[in-house]
C-alpha cells in the first residue's frame, strides 16, 4: 500500500515514529512523510520513505491559515492517493481528517498531548473541541496516548466509546535505551530535565525548585536539556536561559542527538510538565533504568508508578516539586537504584515499541480491509504541499 504520515515537523516523525516508519517501509509499503521540513528529512529519506514539504504555521489558531493548511493536504492527498494517512499532532489531526475525507482517503489520528488550547477555559478551547469533535466524529479509530486524554474526550463528546484506543506513547526501544548502572553514591547528585523549553513543560519550576535547594545543598546539580525560544507560545527565550545559568542555578546543555549518555549521567530525569500525551523523555529514561519525578498528570502519571519507579508531584507547584526532589536525594542509594529497575521492568512490560508497531497494524487493516495494491516500483514525482 501507499501510507502517508503527516506531523507539524519533519523531526516529530524522525523523533517520535522512527520505528513506525520502518516497519512500514520493511512490511514493503510505499511510504510518505507530509510535513514542515528541517535538518530530519534526510535522515527520514535515508529510511527508505519520501518527503513532501507542508507549508504551516504551527502556532496558534488562524481561522484563515488553518482553512489554507486544510486546502493545502486535500490537494496533496488527492494528487498522492494513499491508501490511508496516519497523523500526527493537534493541527494535522485536525485539518488531517477534515481534508482526508474531502479526498476520500481514509486516515489514523493520533492524540499524542492535548496542548495548550485544551489546558484553557475559554474560547479556544470551545473551538478546538468543536474542530475535534467534527473532524474525527466519522473515523473508525482515534488513537490515544493515556487514559486520561481518552476519557476526556469521550466525557466530552469528543469521540465516541469504540472509536477510542490507547497506545503506550510512541514506545522505546528497548535495544537501544539499555538499562545502565546508576551513578555511584559519592558523586553530586544530577536531576536532569529533557524537553523543550516551554513554560508548558514546567521549566520555570523546575529552575526554582532547583534555587531553592541550592541554598541548602549547593553540590547538587540541574541540568536543562533543550533547545529554547521554539515556535510556541510558552517557550523561553535564550536570554532567559542565559540569566539563569548565570546566576548559577542550572546548567544548560543545548540539544542533542543522542541522550543516552546524559541519562546514563543522570541521577533523576525530572518533567514537571502541565500535561503530556506519554511523555517519551520519562520512557526513555526508565527504560535506562533512571528514576524519574514528574507531575501528577495525565499522561506522566501513566509513566511513573509513583513510590516505585518514581516519584510524582503536584502541578504547577515548585515547592511540591523541591520537596519530592528532598525526599528522593534521603533516599539510600540501592532504594534509588530498585526504583530504576522497577522503571526499566515497567517500560518491557508495557512501553515497548512492537506494541505500538503491531497496533497501527491492524488499525491499518482494519480501516483499508484486505485489498493490498502493489507499492509502486518507481517514486512518484515530489509535489511540495504548498500553495
Not at 513554560?199 to 536539556?225: C, N, S, W
Not at 495525565?298 to 509513583?306: H, I, L, N, W
Request: charged residues 25%.
Amino acid at each position: 500500500m501507499h501510507i502517508a504520515l503527516t506531523a507539524n515537523a519533519a523531526w516529530n516523525i524522525w523523533n517520535f515514529r522512527r520505528a513506525l516508519v520502518s516497519a512500514l517501509v520493511s512490511d514493503g509499503h510505499a511510504v510518505t512523510v507530509i510535513a514542515p521540513p528541517d535538518d530530519s528529512v534526510g535522515d527520514l529519506e535515508a529510511l527508505g520513505c519520501r518527503f513532501l514539504p507542508l507549508d504551516m504555521n504551527v502556532r496558534g489558531l488562524n481561522p484563515l491559515e488553518d482553512l489554507a493548511l486544510q486546502r493545502r493536504l486535500r490537494r496533496v492527498l488527492t494528487l498522492e492517493k494513499p491508501d490511508v494517512v496516519l497523523s500526527f499532532t493537534i493541527k494535522n489531526n485536525v485539518f488531517g481528517a477534515l481534508a482526508a475525507r474531502a479526498a476520500g482517503v481514509p486516515l489514523i489520528p493520533n492524540v499524542t498531548g492535548l496542548g495548550t488550547a485544551f489546558l484553557s477555559d475559554g474560547l479556544l478551547r470551545q473551538v478546538a473541541e468543536t474542530l475535534c469533535r467534527r473532524a474525527f466524529g466519522p473515523l473508525p479509530v482515534v488513537f490515544f496516548q493515556n487514559d486520561d486524554d481518552r476519557d476526556l474526550f469521550r466525557r466530552r463528546r469528543l469521540v465516541r466509546p469504540e472509536q477510542a484506543r490507547v497506545l503506550p506513547g510512541s514506545g522505546v526501544d528497548l535495544s537501544w535505551f539499555t538499562a545502565t548502572d546508576m551513578p555511584p553514591p559519592e558523586a553530586p547528585p544530577v536531576f536532569l530535565m529533557i524537553a523543550r523549553l516551554l513554560r508548558d513543560k514546567g521549566v520555570v519550576e523546575f529552575v526554582e525548585a532547583a534555587r531553592q535547594l541550592k541554598r541548602t545543598m549547593p553540590e547538587v546539580r540541574f541540568q536543562l536539556l533543550g533547545a529554547a525560544g521554539s515556535e510556541n507560545r510558552t517557550a523561553i527565550d535564550a536570554a532567559t536561559v542565559d540569566a539563569w545559568v548565570a546566576e548559577g542555578v542550572v546548567e544548560h546543555l543545548g540539544t542533542a542527538p543522542d541522550v543516552r549518555p546524559h541519562i546514563a549521567a543522570a541521577t533523576c530525569v525530572v518533567l514537571p510538565s502541565y500535561r503530556e500525551g506519554a511523555p517519551r523523555t520519562l520512557i526513555e529514561a526508565a527504560a535506562m533504568a533512571r528514576p524519574v519525578i514528574a507531575t501528577d498528570v495525565p499522561g506522566c502519571r501513566a509513566v511513573v508508578e509513583d513510590g516505585v519507579s518514581g516519584l510524582l508531584c503536584r502541578v504547577r507547584d515548585a515547592e511540591s516539586l523541591a520537596a519530592t526532589m528532598r525526599r528522593f536525594l534521603a533516599l539510600p542509594h540501592a532504594e534509588r537504584t530498585a526504583m530504576g529497575r522497577a522503571g526499566r521492568a515497567r517500560m518491557e512490560a508495557r512501553f515497548d515499541e512492537a506494541i505500538v508497531v503491531g497496533a497501527y497494524r491492524e488499525a491499518i487493516a482494519a480501516v483499508t480491509g484486505t485489498c493490498r495494491r502493489t507499492a509502486p516500483t518507481k517514486p512518484r514525482q515530489c509535489r511540495p504541499a504548498t500553495s
